[in-house]
């Protein structure tokens, strides 16, 4: 790992710039004048030789005792030797000091280099195996940690990686499946966290998801007095509250006010100071558990009603012909029976609705008692109203033949029709009357097709501009077009409805305008272009069930507690704030995840630690008023090696990535990279200066938690949002943009560094997958065939070498050339390999929470440059660094920090 | 005398028409100081079983001011083959047609018989009638049930081809397509907001030229009009889906809280069946029917809040300036109608309810429209049921006695001109030679359209004598008024029916007493009474009784023969004998007098006064009272309290209402169960026979009268007792002495009283 290449003064002619054009070498490799060019070191004859031992020079480093090591105690055991990447300097360095061909604005490279078969065996100035791998870092977290479980008893504990397999078991802290840091030993004072630069900040997933080994919260019934709360600050009782005064009073973990002990809740304490019922009551002894809400928890002071679904499908011309209205119809008969219900009911007390729309609203009467549905045709879209109250939501068993009925001929109805504009904020409204009129909260399942260009409010016109691109102006594209949206958000938070939104466009229609309700109550975006039946069904029908039975609770409110000395500061997600503290979600499903900053307002303790409470108000399935309670407690340092000690950088990138995705709307994209890059110098700087023993100012030396971040921070760089592909949509820009909002920490580590695997290695007797490998062109193989997945598609890369049997094996086919890109599964064949790939896909697809979209792609064929843009380690078509050259660009900036 | 009261039968009879004077007084100067003005009540589509129409196009004037038609008072040159016309004395040639005329060969028209004449012509392509059904669902559950089955029965009634749509209105308002299979659509509409004709059309899918659903099926011939839309379908072949869609017909659903009224959209329901036929079928036959059981409590054309702490206005609301959505609705409803009328539709309002439903605002949508308007207490009675049922109901000829879209037209001789018309009709704003200035009811125009008109419609027409004092009298002596109606046939034919009238002019000064015995005083009485109504429909109530009285004192003082200042030597002839009985009567009616009703009331009577023939109008003025004991057959008897007497059966028709009144005795028997005795069989007949009658009224009235079995003490004989001239009341009670009749608790005067004073201020010399 090390890396030393021999100093190098003889760096000249290489870093003539601009290159010579025609010149073979120079223009596609860019970068900085070399060492490797200079033919001489070790490491650069050697490129491919992972296995080979370490380079001398990396023994022969300045310190063969890694400078982190030292302050980190006794590496783990199976820890390279050296956490700390070194690069000594090379004259070239500090000769360039214009900017950097090959890094920020648009690569002026040619165009075709990306598609070149195997990149040229450069004269290597850097070995890519000698810096860190993610590959290698992930890999090794999993076996020194995915054994044991993780138990959370023990305060400010860093987590295995989102990328390994653990158990958690709650003693006092939420699982990290509920909440991840980016830091579990914060400065004491703000000026140690303004020097380091690392931002502070949880990545909180309220309602996650948990394996089946691990329980649910406990649900804990205070009585009708509701939950023991801190008299003060309103923190909700947790583990870490101090009983004093024999039990009659307690001390708040977070305000240190003094509470009287209701008499109910009165306990007498044992001689360590805990109450006797400690292990009895979750709400003492877990990090995560859920009170049952009183009255005065609700709006308006009254219960609620169950939740309602109500499911508006686009009958334009579009619409119909795609078959997709026939389709949802279908596939609603069964689903209806798939919603969500409370652990032990017997169906579901979600009550549904249907309305179908194109440039008038029409709603359906399927009341039980009727023998036939009912159509209301609402033609006032200017001013948009229920017509009818009784008989619109209704029980799904109760309804059934009457739905059934309306199922079937919705499609048949529409089937002729010619009517290709829509509406579609009436269509919000109508939903959002709908509830009000129910007087209960609910999701809208709205699938559409087009820019609603009709008359009606919200109206929206064709903005779409590829020019505004790398402008001032460019921000422009991901807000909305008009504020009426994020009026009828607010409205629809208000209410407590929440809105789900299937887009199937063939032409921009304006996500980024179309998306502002969706986003600020809490729903999903699902977009599938240019869909066709065949191809995207399977897709889209699975993310339909997947996201109509997935856990969801309404009307929720959201607020983060901390200790005194940090506030809750800034919040990213989709949610609704009317104010700066209360995150407000119509709806929360189990996907949806919230990243909150903390800044310090005062000093913190390295004795008391630093804790958050995050309590989420919600209204569950069945309509039950719940608070979940979620607690983690973190150390305090005032060492600022003891922060760097306790990162993590999957949840670093996860904040980072969402913090710069905000700031394209009010920024230009190029400054909100630039701010990207610095801070991560700064905190890199910080280290080093900090930190690291005195090393050569030429070594690039890096905290052991940290080593990704540069192949990652390059990653969310050269993302779509930031720097888009060429083949890339504003409408792509603005849903990707609102995806990565709401990820949490394990979605965005495999969507910015996507995993590679080759399937030609996996074990077909076994159930695990195979290595991953690293996301590079040159670690492929033109015999083998790979799958790369970034969570949202899964790219099969097919060698053009590929042995015929394999082939034949896994399409089905008998040679390469007879591949068909437009696969959009793989034939179900009966041998081992098939059904090994097959499982492995299945195993993926299962892990991520949206279906991903299979794309075969063919070595050498068109397709392969939509799969080249997804390996990241490498330099992008559209201008992006290669990781090593972004690494070189680090080390300058960092040195430019510390000089 | 007789041979005047039988030219006047005559006329009427034949022509439909009857004149305040059938001699003409020869100046203006003369005919202002007849009093009663020269007018006419004109019953257009008059039924008359003897009348086969004519398949031709009537023969008109060439002169283009003129236009009249070819009749029997026109002079006829055999041998040109010309005709002179009576009005403006054009001479015209026949038409080809007509090449063989001769004075043995004439065509119908020249008969003098013919002096009405019907025409067919073929004019335009004939679209089938149309009914839209506007059904207020804010109903009682038991209520909604009888009006679904009223409506169901309906469908049968209608004729086969006729265009039947559906609206149904609560909060919202929902018109339904009824072209649809499987599932059942409507296009709902938000209850409070006014919409323009044009939204409703772009919102019912009506602005393009066919709607996107049937753009599947091969485009029908672009020149020939749709004949039906989504919303109007033929009955006969959606009468089956209709009857279902009816009667699942449910109540607005939207919860009434404790203390609301429903929320009733009647005003936005009403104007999007306007918009909708506007769009769809504007100038042909179409009746809107509204079936309302309560008041428009919301949006536009509201008539009171929905709160029922605050109630509906009254009349004394209304003087007190205290009904805060009277004008605005009134407006609203004002605006429709006129569209309603210039499209040629008409609006019926069938309310039902025991509280008012604000016919006093929408009563212009049947007023000026020709619709009926139709109240009752609920639609689950016989009132109802029966009433609604003749609506479709046909003449001894196997017609609807419906007729539609008709424009009537009236020319005069030079000497008259036309001062204006009162009835169901609106201005068609012809200006022309023969309009007046002067205007009495709806004037300034010659011709008037009635969208909607049955054979008893009447219109009240007021002339004006401009012949000059000095000018001799007319040429040829005689004055002509000849009428035109132009309407739709229920059987969607066009028709024209032409009816020429000729008067004799007379000298007032020399021949006084011609005119005077020419004198209808059933005509005049119920033409002044209708001035006097359409007065009080804009003016305060006093001061139309003053105006009333002192034209009937200007006329005594005229007609009456009389010593100065000596009331009893006062006498008038027989043929004005009745008149200030009348205007008596019509004085104490429901017409002008409001107390004791509601605003809405008032406007139901009025509407039906404004719009009936003169025999109904007259019992209307004065109600007719039989009477049934063992004394003798049964025999009308004055409207007097002295008519009510212990042993005698009454039965009294004030046309609105049949009271059967049973004498005290006669009550005391019935009690005591005589009628079922076998002796007493002539006790039972006695009883039966005002029933017998009284269903004989019921049978053929429009709208149904409401029905009152009362007896001597019974709470409803007040029905009879407010009716009745107060003869004896408590405070001449003892004078009258207890023997005859009943003495009304009233401080009312009597007829009597009223007569005493009239002749006193007759005769006075001072006025």
Redesign the interface.
């Known amino acids: 790992p090390g890396f030393a290449p021999p100093p190098s003064s003889t760096g000249i002619g290489p870093s003539s710039y601009p290159p010579a054009t025609g010149a073979p070498r120079p223009p596609t490799m860019p970068g900085p004048p070399l060492p490797g060019q200079t033919v001489a070191g070790p490491p650069a004859s050697q490129p491919n030789h992972v296995s080979s031992p370490p380079p001398p020079s990396a023994m022969s480093g300045p310190h063969p005792a890694p400078p982190v090591s030292g302050l980190h105690g006794p590496p783990p055991p199976t820890h390279p030797p050296q956490p700390g990447y070194q690069m000594q300097q090379n004259g070239s360095f500090g000769q360039v000091r214009g900017p950097q061909p090959n890094y920020g604005g648009a690569y002026p490279g040619t165009p075709n280099y990306g598609s070149q078969p195997g990149p040229p065996p450069p004269p290597k100035r850097l070995d890519p195996d000698s810096i860190p791998s993610p590959i290698q870092v992930i890999e090794d977290d999993r076996s020194n940690r995915g054994s044991e479980p993780f138990v959370t008893g023990v305060r400010g504990q860093v987590p295995p990686l989102v990328t390994t397999n653990f158990l958690v078991r709650d003693q006092g802290n939420a699982s990290p499946r509920y909440i991840r840091c980016t830091s579990y030993n914060i400065p004491c004072t703000s000026d140690m966290a303004k020097q380091s630069q690392v931002p502070l900040a949880a990545v909180i997933k309220p309602l996650a998801t948990l394996p089946p080994e691990e329980t649910l919260p406990y649900l804990v019934d205070h009585g009708e007095s509701g939950p023991v709360r801190c008299n003060r600050c309103k923190a909700y009782m947790c583990p870490f509250m101090q009983f004093i005064e024999g039990g009659r009073r307690f001390q708040c973990c977070f305000c240190s006010c003094v509470t009287e002990v209701p008499p109910h809740y009165f306990q007498h304490l044992d001689h360590t100071g805990k109450r006797v019922d400690f292990y009895d009551r979750p709400e003492l002894s877990l990090g995560s558990y859920e009170f049952l809400a009183t009255v005065d928890y609700c709006k308006n002071n009254k219960f609620p009603s169950p939740p309602a679904f109500i499911f508006m499908i686009d009958v334009s011309y579009n619409a119909v012909k795609s078959g997709l209205v026939r389709l949802i119809c279908e596939e609603l008969k069964s689903l209806l029976d798939y919603l969500p219900r409370e652990g032990n009911m017997e169906e579901s007390a979600i009550r549904v609705g249907f309305v179908t729309y194109n440039k008038v609203l029409h709603f359906y009467n399927v009341k039980s008692s009727l023998a036939q549905p009912q159509m209301m045709v609402v033609s006032d879209v200017a001013d948009m109203f229920v017509p009818l109250l009784d008989g619109f939501l209704v029980n799904v068993n109760e309804s059934r033949t009457v739905i059934a009925s309306l199922l079937d001929q919705i499609p048949e109805m529409f089937a002729d029709t010619r009517e290709t504009e829509t509406v579609f904020a009436p269509v919000i409204q109508a939903g959002l009357e709908a509830l009000k009129a129910a007087e209960c909260a609910g999701k809208l399942f709205i699938f559409h097709t087009s820019l609603p260009i009709a008359e009606a409010p919200g109206k929206l016109k064709n903005r779409d501009d590829k020019k505004l691109i790398n402008t001032d102006k460019e921000k422009t594209l991901f807000q909305p077009q008009t504020s009426f949206y994020n009026n009828l958000a607010k409205d629809c938070v208000a209410q407590g409805c929440c809105v789900d939104l299937f887009l199937f466009p063939n032409q921009y229609l304006d996500v980024a305008t179309l998306g502002v309700v969706t986003h600020q109550t809490g729903g999903s975006i699902y977009k599938y272009a240019y869909f066709q039946l065949e191809t995207d069904q399977d897709r889209f029908l699975n993310d339909l069930r997947r996201d109509v039975q997935k856990e969801v609770g309404f009307d929720a409110v959201m607020r983060v507690r901390t200790s005194t000395g940090i506030r809750a500061t800034d919040f990213f997600g989709a949610f609704y704030m009317s104010n700066t503290t209360d995150v407000e979600m119509a709806g929360l499903d189990c996907d949806k995840t919230i990243t909150v900053e903390f800044k310090h307002d005062d000093k913190l303790s390295e004795d008391s630690g630093a804790l958050l409470q995050c309590a989420l108000l919600y209204t569950s399935c069945a309509g039950q008023r719940r608070l979940r309670i979620h607690n983690l407690s973190l150390n305090c340092c005032t060492q600022l090696a003891d922060l760097y000690r306790n990162c993590e950088t999957d949840t670093l990138i996860n904040y980072l990535a969402k913090y710069a995705y905000r700031g394209v709307l009010s920024s230009p994209v190029k400054t909100v990279r630039d701010a990207l890059i610095n801070q991560c110098a700064q905190i890199l700087a910080c280290y080093r200066k900090n930190c690291a023993s005195p090393s050569s100012a030429g070594q690039l030396i890096l905290p052991e938690c940290m080593k990704l971040l540069p192949v990652y921070l390059n990653c969310v760089l050269k993302s779509d949002v930031l720097q888009p592909g060429l083949e890339v949509t504003t409408d792509d820009r603005a849903y990707i943009r609102q995806l990565v909002t709401s990820m949490d920490v394990a979605e965005t580590n495999v969507f910015f560094y996507p995993r590679l695997l080759p399937l030609t290695k996996a074990d077909v007797d076994s159930d695990s997958l195979p290595a991953a490998i690293r996301n590079s062109e040159e670690r492929l193989s033109k015999g083998d065939i790979y799958l790369l997945e970034n969570g949202l598609n899964i790219f099969v890369w097919v060698g053009v070498n590929v042995q015929q049997g394999l082939i034949q094996n896994l399409f089905g086919v008998s040679s390469f050339s007879q591949i068909s890109n437009a696969l959009s599964t793989l034939p179900v064949l009966e041998n081992p390999f098939s059904k090994k790939v097959r499982s492995i896909i299945d195993m993926l697809q299962v892990q991520r929470s949206r279906y991903m979209k299979l794309i075969i792609v063919k070595q050498e064929d068109k397709l392969e440059m939509l799969f080249k843009h997804f390996l990241v380690e490498d330099k992008s078509l559209s201008g992006g660094a290669s990781y090593v050259d972004f690494l070189c660009h680090m080390h300058k900036e960092i040195r430019q920090l510390l000089s | 005398m007789a041979t005047y009261l039988e030219f006047i039968q005559q006329n009427e009879e034949r022509d439909g028409v009857r004149f305040s004077w059938n001699v003409w007084p020869s100046s203006r100067l003369e005919a202002t100081r007849m009093v009663v003005p020269l007018a006419c009540l004109l019953t257009p589509l008059k039924e008359r079983l003897d009348l086969p129409p004519v398949q031709y196009e009537p023969v008109l004037c060439s002169r283009p001011t003129c236009k009249a038609v070819l009749n029997p008072l026109c002079q006829v040159d055999y041998r040109a083959k010309l005709w002179a016309c009576n009005f403006c004395f054009q001479r015209n040639q026949f038409p080809p047609a007509y090449a063989g005329i001769s004075e043995v060969n004439q065509p119908a028209e020249l008969m003098p018989q013919f002096s009405t004449i019907e025409y067919i012509v073929q004019r335009g392509p004939q679209t089938p009638l149309i009914f839209l059904y506007v059904i207020d669902t804010c109903l009682e559950e038991e209520d909604l049930q009888a009006l679904k089955e009223s409506l169901q029965m309906s469908l049968s009634l209608l004729p086969a081809d006729a265009l039947v749509g559906l609206i149904t209105f609560g909060r919202?308002v929902?018109v339904h397509e009824l072209s649809c299979e499987?599932?059942?659509?409507?296009?709902?509409?938000?209850g409070t907001?006014d919409?323009t004709a044009k939204?409703i059309q772009?919102?019912?899918?009506l602005s393009k030229p066919a709607a996107?659903?049937q753009?599947?099926r091969p485009l029908q011939a672009p020149e020939q009009p749709v004949i039906s839309s989504r919303f109007l379908q033929p009955v006969h072949t959606i009468d089956m889906n209709l009857t279902d869609l009816l009667g699942?017909l449910q109540r607005d659903?939207?919860?009434v809280t404790q203390g609301k009224r429903p929320l009733r959209s009647t005003g936005v329901a009403l104007s999007i069946a306007v918009g909708l036929l506007e769009g769809t079928f504007p100038n042909t036959g179409a009746r809107i029917m509204l079936f309302t059981g309560g008041p428009p409590t919301q949006g536009p054309g509201m008539v009171v809040g929905d709160e029922l702490k605050t109630p509906i206005r009254s009349w004394h609301d209304i003087e007190k300036d205290n009904a805060r959505f009277m004008k605005k609705a009134t407006k609203h409803y004002e605006t429709l109608a006129n569209r309603t009328a210039a499209n040629g539709h008409c609006i019926d309002i069938y309310a039902c309810a025991l509280d008012q439903t604000g016919l006093l605002e929408m009563k212009c949508c049947a007023n000026l429209t020709g619709g009926h308007m139709v109240m009752g207490d609920s639609f689950n009675t016989s009132l109802f049921k029966q009433t609604f049922q003749r609506v479709f109901n046909k003449g001894f000829n196997g017609e609807f006695r419906m007729a539609f879209g008709a424009s009537l037209d009236v020319k005069t001789s030079r000497e008259l001109k036309i001062a204006g018309a009162i009835g169901p009709c609106v201005s068609l704003n012809a200006k022309g030679p023969c309009v007046s200035e002067n205007e009495l009811g709806i004037g300034g125009t010659s011709q008037w359209k009635i969208c909607s008109l049955d054979p008893s419609t009447t219109l009240a027409i007021y002339f004006e004598v401009v012949n000059q004092h000095n000018a001799p009298v007319p040429q040829g002596g005689r004055g002509a008024v000849q009428f035109v109606t132009q309407y739709q046939h229920s059987s969607t034919q066009k028709r024209i029916r032409v009816t020429t009238i000729a008067r004799n002019w007379a000298d007032a000064q020399s021949q006084l007493q011609h005119i005077e015995a020419a004198f209808d005083q059933e005509a005049a009485a119920v033409l002044m009474a209708r001035l006097g109504v359409y007065r009080a429909e804009s003016e305060e109530g006093p001061d139309v009784l003053r105006w009333l009285d002192r034209q009937l004192i200007r006329l005594c003082q005229k007609f009456g023969q009389y010593n100065k200042d000596d009331p009893n030597s006062f006498r008038l002839s027989e043929s004005f004998s009745l008149y200030p009985q009348f205007m008596f009567h019509l004085r104490r009616s429901p017409f002008l007098q409001v107390f004791n009703n509601s605003p809405d009331e008032s406007s139901y009577y009025r509407h039906h006064f404004a719009r009936q023939d003169l025999t109904q109008s007259l019992i209307m003025i004065q109600p007719i009272l039989y009477a049934y004991s063992f004394h003798g057959p049964p025999e009308p008897v004055l409207l007097d309290s002295s008519s009510i007497l212990p042993d005698r059966i009454l039965l009294m028709d004030t046309f609105f209402q049949i009271v059967i009144y049973l004498g005290e005795t006669i009550a005391q028997w019935q009690k005591a169960g005589y009628q079922d005795m076998p002796e007493y069989e002539n006790f039972k007949h006695l009883l039966q026979a005002p029933l017998d009658d009284a269903q004989e009224i019921l049978q053929t009235r429009f709208p149904m009268p409401r029905y009152i079995h009362t007896e001597h003490g019974g709470s409803q004989a007040r029905f009879l007792l407010s009716k009745v001239n107060p003869s004896q009341t408590h405070n001449n009670l003892y004078a009258w002495g207890q023997e005859s009749g009943a003495p009304i608790l009233t401080d009312d005067v009597s007829l009597q009283v009223f007569m005493d004073h009239l002749k006193k201020l007759a005769v006075s010399s001072a006025s």
């Open positions: 919202m929902q499987g599932i059942s659509k409507s296009y709902v509409f938000r907001k919409l939204q772009d919102m019912l899918g996107p659903i753009q599947g699942e659903p939207w919860p």
